[in-house]
């Protein structure tokens, strides 16, 4: 206690010197814990949001969902009972200019009068959509989105033409306030209608894809939960699915959990980063204490005392470290929340979340001690005589076992932080792995480019041998600038990589083999007129058509599928239903991998081929007994094949195909593609549509334009984000130019006084950062690009190819960034005159 009592005085007395040396030290911690207070106060935010706006983002209380038609009169009687309801239609369609000139896919909903039951739909100019998609002078209102009057040439006022109807464009749509609870992915912008117009459309075929929606608003006191269970028992066999506050928007749940973990790793690899200028500030300022250590042990001080010493320094400047990234990460989400206001459905509550804060203040601690207690635990254990000489020829002491130990308990303590508040907690595991991997990586290569220099020889430029000797001599920034930026290069090779990759993909791979148009809803007696129709216009060729259904999973071999499934990877084949399909032969474009396709006369019991995804989620083959419910009734089938089929080619392909002689007489449409040159594609829409109303054409190319979009905001957000690791190691790259500082006063001084220009010195030090930016982007390339390789072959499934040009850009970029600070540290260093350090030394 004593002890401690001393340290305490000591450290106080020593802080009064100001922070000098520590403002890197600084730096690093309040970036890193910033970064993650800020997403982690952003992500409970929209968290809240979602909550609190779950009537409004469902809309309703309970929202009955099912495909292809409405739930009968005396269904929807007993769901709605008295409550207020709303009933609404949802599919695409073509919408088109009167004279055909122009067509656009949509994204139709058709509502009714009650809609919406909860929050507003707002117009462009403030109308109300009862008055917007109302009857007048026989025209039905119309709602577009503004995308949508841009490719069609019209304005409101104007008319266009809806399958078999012409409705007048009303007005423009600002906010439909329940968008996210249906499609997350639209190929194209939103249209409504009135449902009461609908029917005279066309578009309500037999086995047309329409999601018919009954939201309802329970009546007060009502339990979601003990509702759902009432309508279940009451209808087993429904095909319905029933959704509640508690799930009012999964995708929109799902993209905040992934995106909170993506961005607190993310700002974990910063602090991490961070943490290694941790440790070079701490060896940095026990380097220069290291007189006073030598001293106190020399008048009998216990190691003890010096080691409580600097860590009640080293503990005080985390506190204030975390502090100011507690601050700036409790700021941060007032501009960050309004950036995604209008992004998302959701609002988020902006404010003050303590648990968030403490998280972030505990990751802060945490990497300080981590990154602190070897250095400190060093310091305590060498003797007096070695730290007088240890700039010369440093101590290899290490520190003794509990110091170790502790070192060890912190680092797991970090990491099972990481693991434990992760929503992922396999991929956080795999973070873990990874970054323990990479320091260790990292770190070997530092040690072989110092060994490496050691035993070049005598180089025979001045220069170039005083660069190679600054590689390896005592107090070298060699660990330090290979660690720090070479993280953050590793992270923006493995995007650009994987970016590049996805480019590629999208760009050159899928257009060379996918057909121009894919046409749904083709319902059995238009098939043969289409396809007349398609195959007569020049420039068109392979015209594919197969029937095409929707079903869902119920059981797999008696288990209900939920229980069943054993690959969470995998759990998107129970999110809705999947594409269904029957076939006497084998797809063109799947190979099978187990089992045998069934005779082409077969007319047996229901058999059934399986995608590969189908079989790795519940771990089945051939054999297997899967049932599927299609229109409400459940079919079982024995897995006669597992397929593998590429789906991003784009071609026809389904996740299950049965045999023949069991789905034939369902309600179905057809869905067909067809190949055409550029040329024919206006020919074969304007054919098609003029003649076939029902009928949806999705081009692919727009589809393409849409992914590729997407892909490009992901990449542009990743790379912004990934910049913070490498804004946190610029950071320590700034701290170690500045630790070694005065040892560069130094020889630049000696050299001036042996006879070097400063030109001479200028050169020789910008050669020494040229081959340390140069030697760390090659290994951040390495690694980065062995990581991107591993994620598209084995986490997503895609071909690799390597592109050389996120090497060389990253290449490019560490050295600038080296050479910059070397050269504004060495620049600084020729500036000091050479009397007064000589006179001192």
């Not at 809806?162 to 906010?175: E, W």
Request: hydrophobic share 50%; net charge positive.
């Amino acid at each position: 206690m004593f002890t401690l009592r001393l340290a305490l005085r000591l450290a106080r007395r020593e802080l009064r010197g100001g922070l000098k040396g520590f403002w890197i030290f600084l730096g690093c911690l309040a970036l890193g814990v910033a970064a993650i207070a800020a997403v982690q106060s952003v992500s409970s935010g929209l968290k809240a949001g979602l909550v609190q706006d779950g009537r409004v983002i469902l809309g309703g209380d309970v929202a009955v969902r099912q495909l292809y038609t409405p739930p009968t009169p005396e269904q929807r009687a007993d769901l709605v009972g008295s409550a207020r309801s709303s009933t609404s239609a949802e599919m695409r369609g073509m919408a088109r200019a009167l004279d055909e000139s122009r067509s656009s896919l949509v994204e139709l909903k058709a509502v009714d009068d009650p809609y919406p039951l909860y929050g507003a739909v707002t117009l462009t100019g403030g109308a109300s959509l009862a008055e917007a998609l109302a009857e007048r002078d026989g025209l039905w209102g119309a709602v577009v989105e503004a995308s949508l009057t841009d490719r069609l040439g019209v304005a409101v006022g104007d008319r266009l033409r809806l399958g078999d109807r012409v409705y007048r464009v009303a007005g423009v749509l600002d906010r439909e306030p329940d968008r996210a609870s249906s499609n997350a992915f639209s190929l194209g912008p939103r249209l409504l209608v009135s449902l009461a117009s609908l029917e005279g459309t066309g578009l309500l075929q037999p086995g047309s894809l329409v999601w018919w929606t009954v939201k309802i608003a329970l009546p007060p006191g009502t339990d979601a939960r003990d509702w759902q269970a009432a309508v279940k028992a009451r209808f087993p066999n429904a095909p319905w699915t029933i959704r509640d506050l508690s799930s009012a928007s999964p995708q929109i749940e799902r993209f905040i959990e992934r995106m909170t973990l993506f961005l607190t790793l993310v700002g974990l690899t910063a602090l991490l980063v961070g943490g290694v200028g941790v440790g070079n500030a701490v060896r940095s300022h026990l380097e220069s204490r290291a007189r006073t250590i030598a001293m106190l042990k020399c008048v009998g001080a216990p190691g003890a005392l010096v080691f409580q010493l600097y860590l009640v320094q080293i503990l005080a400047l985390a506190v204030l470290g975390v502090v100011a990234g507690l601050a700036l990460g409790a700021l941060a989400p007032l501009a960050l929340g309004h950036l995604l206001d209008g992004v998302l459905p959701v609002t988020a509550r902006i404010g003050i979340y303590p648990g968030a804060l403490a998280l972030a203040a505990l990751y802060g601690l945490l990497t300080a001690l981590a990154f602190s207690l070897w250095p400190l635990g060093r310091a305590r254990e060498v003797p007096a005589g070695a730290l007088f000489r240890d700039a010369i020829t440093p101590a290899r002491g290490r520190p003794r076992a509990p110091y170790v130990i502790g070192l060890g308990l912190t680092v797991l303590a970090l990491a099972g932080l990481a693991v434990a508040t992760a929503d992922n907690k396999p991929f956080a595991l795999w973070f873990v792995g990874g970054s323990i991997a990479t320091f260790a990586l990292f770190r070997g290569a530092a040690a072989l480019i110092t060994w490496g220099a050691a035993r070049v020889g005598r180089v025979r430029r001045p220069g170039l041998r005083l660069a190679l000797a600054n590689l390896h001599r005592p107090g070298n920034p060699t660990g330090a600038v290979v660690l720090s930026l070479g993280l953050g290069l590793t992270v923006l090779v493995a995007v650009a990589q994987i970016e590049a990759n996805f480019a590629r993909r999208v760009s050159d791979t899928i257009p060379k083999d996918a057909p121009a148009f894919f046409f749904v809803d083709i319902q059995r007696d238009q098939f043969a007129a289409l396809r007349d129709t398609v195959t007569a216009v020049p420039g068109t060729s392979a015209f594919e058509a197969v029937p095409s259904l929707r079903g869902r999973i119920e059981r797999v071999n008696g288990t209900e599928a939920e229980k069943a499934l054993v690959n969470p990877e995998q759990a998107w084949i129970l999110a809705g239903d999947r594409g269904i399909t029957y076939s006497a032969t084998p797809p063109e474009h799947s190979q099978i991998v187990k089992g045998q396709w069934w005779p082409t006369d077969y007319r047996g019991p229901p058999l059934i081929s399986i995608h590969q995804s189908v079989a790795d989620a519940f771990n089945i083959g051939p054999g297997a007994r899967l049932t599927v419910n299609i229109l409400g009734r459940s079919i079982e089938a024995t897995v006669a094949s597992v397929r593998a089929a590429e789906f991003s080619t784009m071609t026809i392909n389904f996740t299950m195909v049965f045999a023949p002689g069991t789905l034939e007489g369902a309600p179905q449409t057809w869905i067909a593609t067809v190949r055409a040159t550029p040329e024919s594609e206006a020919a074969v829409q304007k054919a098609v549509l003029s003649h076939f109303s029902n009928i949806t054409l999705v081009r692919v190319k727009d589809a393409l334009d849409t992914v590729a979009g997407m892909l490009g905001n992901i990449g542009t957000a990743v790379r912004v984000v990934a910049a913070i690791t490498l804004v946190a190691g610029t950071l320590v790259l700034a701290g170690a130019v500045a630790a070694g500082h005065r040892r560069r006063v130094y020889d630049a001084v000696v050299l001036k006084v042996l006879g070097a220009t400063r030109a001479d010195v200028l050169r020789a030090f910008l050669v020494e950062y040229g081959l340390l930016g140069l030697l760390t982007a090659a290994i951040a390339g390495v690694i980065g690009t062995l990581t991107a390789w591993a994620v598209l072959l084995f986490l997503m499934r895609w071909d690799w190819a390597f592109q050389p040009m996120a090497v060389i850009g990253t290449a490019l970029l560490s050295t600038a960034i080296t050479l910059a600070f070397g050269f504004f540290g060495t620049w600084r260093a020729l500036g000091q005159p050479a009397a007064p350090l000589l006179r001192n030394e």
